[in-house]
């Protein structure tokens, strides 16, 4: 059973930027689909990117509206996926979570929070105005 660590939240100005980090043990993690999502306080888990399992390709997935801001990525050496975040607005402020998925998707599967077998504990970020 693979754990998940987020790290890399914080206090940021609008318009700064945020590298998130979340670091596997217990399994692979390139032999698993990764997400990120993120809660803010009284809404529902919203996803954000997916990056697809190992392989001879890789696909990346993004919410509308953070293509462009936002870039998930894979260390393998490091069992970490990051995301990288760039001109933050307030309203992203949120807990942010990755989440793992041990089953091949479709692309309309990344996004759906149920699809995902394991979670971090979440990693807050709060933009300022």
């Known amino acids: 059973q693979v754990q998940l660590i987020e790290s890399g939240g914080g206090l940021v100005q609008t318009g700064g930027s945020l590298r998130l980090s979340c670091a596997a043990s217990?399994?692979?993690?390139?032999?698993?689909?990764m997400g990120w999502f993120r809660q803010a306080p009284g809404k529902e888990r919203k996803f954000l990117a997916a990056?697809?399992?190992?392989?001879?390709?890789?696909?990346?997935y993004y919410e509308a509206s953070v293509k462009g801001r936002l870039t998930i990525s894979r260390d393998s050496t490091k069992n970490t996926v990051y995301l990288q975040m760039n001109s933050l607005k307030p309203e992203d402020t949120a807990v942010y979570y990755c989440?793992?998925?041990?089953?091949?998707?479709?692309?309309?599967?990344?996004?759906?929070?149920?699809?995902?077998?394991?979670w971090g504990q979440g990693t807050q970020v709060t933009v300022s105005s």
């Open positions: 990056l697809s399992r190992g392989g001879e390709i890789t696909y990346a």
């Open positions: 217990g399994g692979t993690i390139s032999s698993y689909s």
């Open positions: 989440a793992a998925d041990r089953n091949p998707r479709s692309s309309t599967g990344y996004g759906r929070a149920e699809n995902y077998d394991y």
